[in-house]
């Protein structure tokens, strides 16, 4: 079995560099609005019965003027599925449950209800296999066709530097992925969502492999790193009514239904052994049900 110890540092590094350069613009953002708020770092210790390196994380969180509550989660973790998960997990088994991962993830809940919300996360991850995943999508309670099309022309053209078959495959997967069956509905207007990026390609060697799928990775960090600042800045001064913060706190509540209900990497976290405060940060901080 290959060793992707250097590889998952690798992924790391990007990972909290690209943590570092968000909150920061983020907190520019609020700078901007009057605000002086700023992100606060907890830092979380894994704990597995019988490993001695389980790893941990940070959790990253600011409430400010602009962004009500934003999360900025970065962990690295090892360790061993439990038997019956594991063989849910590609590459894994109750017979080989062992895997490393490593990710970022952000859920931004902004206080203007025209301001979209937005997700995003990649992460790599090891078992018998090694790949990438993630993806970014846009959560609008007062969608804006202008600020929807700006959005997915900026992942179409991350994709398209990558592979021409990219965009249309993950925006669908995204469709698919994002949507509350109980509800009819899709949780918002889409990006692009992308699993099982494999790292051992027959047809290249194993270190192309990787660094073709992190080059591709860490372009759609710097997409939503272009195009999510610009949406906030466009839509954060709009004055808004009572009826429009009503319709966003009843957009919260289909939010959070697709996280409890739905969400794999909720799923994920709380079946390693993630911390509870980072892995429910996703959450709004305020919603309602009719």
């Known amino acids: 079995m290959t060793d992707w110890t250097q ?4 992924a790391r590094t990007w ?4 943590r570092d350069r968000i909150c920061a613009e983020f907190e520019a953002i609020e700078r901007e609005a009057g605000s002086d708020a700023g992100f606060q770092y907890d830092s979380w210790n894994r704990e597995e019965e019988g490993n001695a390196d389980p790893g941990g ?5 600011m409430k400010g003027k ?4 934003v999360g900025v989660n970065v962990s690295t973790v090892r360790g061993n599925f439990a038997k019956e998960f594991a063989a849910t997990i590609n590459g894994a088994s109750a017979d080989s449950p062992g895997f490393t991962a490593t990710g970022i993830s952000l859920v931004a809940h902004m206080a203007n209800p025209h301001v979209p919300a937005v997700h995003m996360n990649t992460r790599f991850l090891t078992t018998g296999k090694a790949w990438f995943g993630g993806g970014a999508d846009l959560n609008p309670p007062i969608p804006y066709a202008e600020d929807t099309d700006e ?6 053209a991350a994709c398209a530097a990558h592979n021409p078959t990219y965009y249309e495959r993950f925006k669908k997967w995204a ?5 509350i069956p109980h509800r009819g ?3 918002g207007v889409g990006g692009i969502f992308y699993d099982h990026l494999e790292c051992e390609d027959p047809a290249v060697d194993e270190g192309a492999a990787f660094d073709r799928n992190l080059a591709f990775t860490k372009d759609v960090g710097e997409a939503f790193l272009d195009i999510f600042p610009r949406l906030v800045r466009r839509r954060m001064d709009s004055a808004f009514t009572a009826q429009d913060k009503q319709t966003q706190l009843e957009w919260r509540g289909r939010y959070a239904e697709f996280n409890l209900v739905y969400d794999r ?10 911390n509870i405060d980072a892995i429910l940060m996703s959450l709004p901080p305020e919603a309602v049900w009719s």
């Open 7 to 10: 590889q998952t540092e690798t």
């Open 57 to 61: 994380g940070t959790r990253g969180l």
């Open 185 to 187: 509905v899709h949780r």
């Open 265 to 274: 990497g909720t799923l994920f976290g709380l079946k390693t052994g993630g």
């Open 151 to 156: 959005f997915h022309a900026c992942f179409r």
């Open 175 to 179: 469709d698919d992925y994002f949507y």
């Open 66 to 69: 602009v962004f009500e509550k």
């Open 15 to 18: 990972f909290e560099s690209l």
